[in-house]
């Protein structure tokens, strides 16, 4: 008997802190930084499909987006404060262990910020009158859908992908909400040859 209480503390004392290690690790994931996939040809040459990136979620709480900022942001829903969110993350924490996620995610490149003037022609961008120096495009930048020029306002921005011939941006559906953003893409960790800070 004092055999079997001994084996049962033993296996207690493995799997609490076991467990408490996946919920943080899970939290972390889900707060702080979370790897993501690269799902689109949007981002090519600096992206490509099926790279994975290591995403800062947090830094956005207490900074703005700046221009050239690589971003990850929800396409069809707006983020909650990280209260919110966390109380989210814990009412769906299964679907965390069966590695499912509802939310579509967008990768993009962010241009035009609160109060800027974006504008395209000839197959450049135009910030503020002012051609915008962008060595990372794929192919020539030229407008879809939205009318230009456009200012962007307040909690506001205007994002492209760097293959401009084929990416669906801010140019199709308009510009995207502050509390979209779900972080800036900061490190590519797969594949290995690529690894590293992302620019």
Known sequence: MIKKNKIVKEIRNWILPVLGAILIASLINSKVFARVQVQQKSMENTLYSSQQLIVDKLSYNFVSPKRGDIIIFLEDVQRGTIIEDTVVFLHNIKDVFKNTDKDKRLVKRVIGLPGDEVNIKDGFVYINGEKLNEPYVKGETFNQEISLPIKVPDKKLFVLGDNRP????????????YNQVE????????????LGAIK
Do not use: E, H, M, W
């Open 183 to 194: 972080g800036k893409a900061v490190f590519r960790v797969f594949p290995f040859n690529k």
């Open 166 to 177: 084929v990416s669906l941006d801010s140019r199709a559906f308009g510009l995207i909400n």
